[in-house]
C-alpha cells in the first residue's frame, strides 16, 4: 500500500465519518452523533498514527493521542464499547500505551529518531502543532459537553473549533507538501461550515420557541 496509501486510507475513514454525520444531520434537520462517526474516528486515528510514525511527523502522532481516548470515551456514551469483543478493546487500549513506549524506547523510529530526521522547520513545527493542538481540543470541548449530558452531542463550539484548527492544518499541509493531509481537510471545511449553519439555526429556532 506504501506510506502515502496508508495515510489516505485514513483521511477517507475520517471523511467517511463526516459525511455519514453530515447526511444523517441533514435528513434530521438537527446535529447529530452518530455511531458510526466515532468507530470510524476509532480506527482511523489508529492508522494515521502509524501514518504520522512513518512520515517522521510529530504534528500528526501529537495530533491524535488525545482524540484517541475521546473516541473511545464516546463509544462507551453510545453503550458500544462494552459490546466489543476483548480481541478490539484491549489492542485498541493497548496500541497508543505501546506506541508511546516505542517513541521513548524505540530505535527506528523512536522519537529521537524522528526529531532527528524530520526536516521541518522549527517555526512550522510550532505553527502546525498550534494547529492540531487547536484541532484536538474540539474534542476535549465535545468531551466536557458530552460528560455534562452524559450523552454523545457535537455542540456548536466544535464546529467553530474545527474550522480554525482545520484551516491551520491545511496551511500546513502546503509548506509541508503534504497531500494527505490537504485532501482531508478539504472535504472537512465543508461540512464544518454546513454543521455550524445547522447548528445555529436550530439554537435559534429554540430560543424564538422559548421565547
Do not use: C
Amino acid at each position: 500500500m506504501g506510506v502515502y496509501g496508508l495515510g489516505l486510507l485514513a483521511q477517507l475513514l475520517f471523511s467517511s465519518r463526516i459525511l455519514v454525520q453530515w447526511i444523517r444531520s441533514e435528513k434530521a434537520g438537527e446535529v447529530l452523533s452518530p455511531t458510526s462517526f466515532w468507530t470510524f474516528s476509532l480506527l482511523a486515528s489508529f492508522l494515521l498514527m502509524v501514518y504520522g510514525v512513518l512520515r517522521n511527523d510529530l504534528v500528526i502522532i501529537g495530533g491524535q493521542v488525545i482524540s484517541y481516548f475521546i473516541y473511545m470515551r464516546n463509544l462507551r456514551f453510545k453503550n458500544v464499547w462494552q459490546e466489543l469483543p476483548g480481541w478490539v478493546r484491549w489492542p485498541s487500549i493497548l496500541f497508543p500505551m505501546a506506541a508511546l513506549l516505542w517513541l521513548i524506547f524505540g530505535d527506528v523510529y523512536s522519537l529521537q529518531y524522528i526529531w532527528k530526521h524530520s526536516h521541518i522547520a522549527d517555526s512550522l513545527v510550532i505553527w502546525g502543532g498550534a494547529g492540531q493542538v487547536i484541532f484536538t481540543l474540539r474534542f476535549v470541548y465535545q468531551w466536557y459537553y458530552s460528560e455534562k449530558a452524559q450523552e454523545s452531542i457535537l455542540p456548536n463550539g466544535f464546529w467553530v473549533i474545527s474550522l480554525i484548527g482545520s484551516l491551520m492544518i491545511m496551511s500546513y499541509a502546503v509548506f509541508r507538501l503534504d497531500p494527505v493531509l490537504f485532501i482531508g481537510q478539504i472535504f472537512g471545511v465543508v461540512a464544518y461550515s454546513r454543521n455550524l449553519y445547522i447548528g445555529l439555526r436550530n439554537q435559534k429556532t429554540s430560543q424564538t420557541v422559548t421565547s
